[in-house]
T-cell receptor, first 114, second 112 residues
Framework: NAGVTQTPKFRILKIGQSMTLQCTQD?????MYWYRQDPGMGLKLIYY???????DKGEVPNGYNVSRSTTEDFPLRLELAAPSQTSVYFC?????????????FGPGTRLTVT | DAKTTQPPSMDCAEGRAANLPCNHS???????VYWYRQIHSQGPQYIIH???NNETNEMASLIITEDRKSSTLILPHATLRDTAVYYC?????????????FGQGTILTVHP
């Protein structure tokens, strides 16, 4: 299993541009998540999904959109990029939301908006 | 979810046990204690979790006090590769969607 994969690894955007961060998992997990991590800080949840076709906002959803058309894929869309979105973005997946379980994280996408 | 408190940094000699404490005094009955670590800006890595019993796996041991208000992660024989930020997280095991709330964590530095 490849686990959770993310592309691209690095990206530089100009203010106002848009892009999609890709996330794919091959573990048949129903839950998927997007986090961002600013320098020296912990991770903050942007969006999550409990299954194909179902998404919901996390702590910091403004400026982002997501979709979940398949179990495997959970892309994150940035519209009108702003310098405040400079961060490292991590995608994660897990089994059902009930009970104790672990989340598996991807390697991250490092985004700079200038 | 309950809030956790961890020391900002700790040191450990290579080959010795690393004991990382975590306070979670407001934990409720259905909340699990999770430990993750993050090595040099890589994606966080799951280490272990528990509800009320002590747990052990190939990476670490988790000791939870009887009143569940604190816990300790033990890395039995720390290596240089264990240098990382360690996060203690408390999360509901109920119908929550599984959100993990990451605090500042403890920076563990393992010295030769």
């Amino acid at each position: 299993n490849a686990g959770v994969t993310q592309t691209p690894k690095f990206r530089i955007l100009k203010i106002g541009q848009s892009m999609t961060l890709q996330c794919t998992q091959d573990m048949n997990h129903n839950y998927m998540y997007w986090y961002r991590q600013d320098p020296g800080m912990g991770l903050k949840l942007i969006y999550y999904s409990v299954g194909a076709g179902i998404t919901d906002k996390g702590e910091v959803p403004n400026g982002y959109n997501v979709s979940r058309s398949t179990t495997e894929d959970f892309p994150l869309r940035l519209e009108l990029a702003a310098p405040s979105q400079t961060s490292v973005y991590f995608c994660a997946s897990s089994y059902s939301g009930q009970g104790g379980y672990e989340q598996y994280f991807g390697p991250g996408t490092r985004l700079t908006v200038t | 979810d309950a809030k956790t408190t961890q020391p900002p940094s700790m040191d450990c000699a290579e080959g010795r046990a690393a004991n990382l404490p975590c306070n979670h005094s407001t934990i409720s009955g259905n909340e699990y204690v999770y430990w993750y670590r993050q090595i040099h800006s890589q994606g966080p890595q799951y280490i272990i979790h528990g509800l009320k019993n002590n747990e052990t796996n190939e990476m670490a041991s988790l000791i939870i006090t009887e009143d569940r208000k604190s816990s300790t992660l033990i890395l039995p024989h720390a290596t240089l590769r264990d240098t990382a930020v360690y996060y203690c997280i408390v999360r509901s095991g109920g119908t929550s969607y599984g959100k993990l709330t990451f605090g500042q964590g403890t920076i563990l530095t393992v010295h030769p």
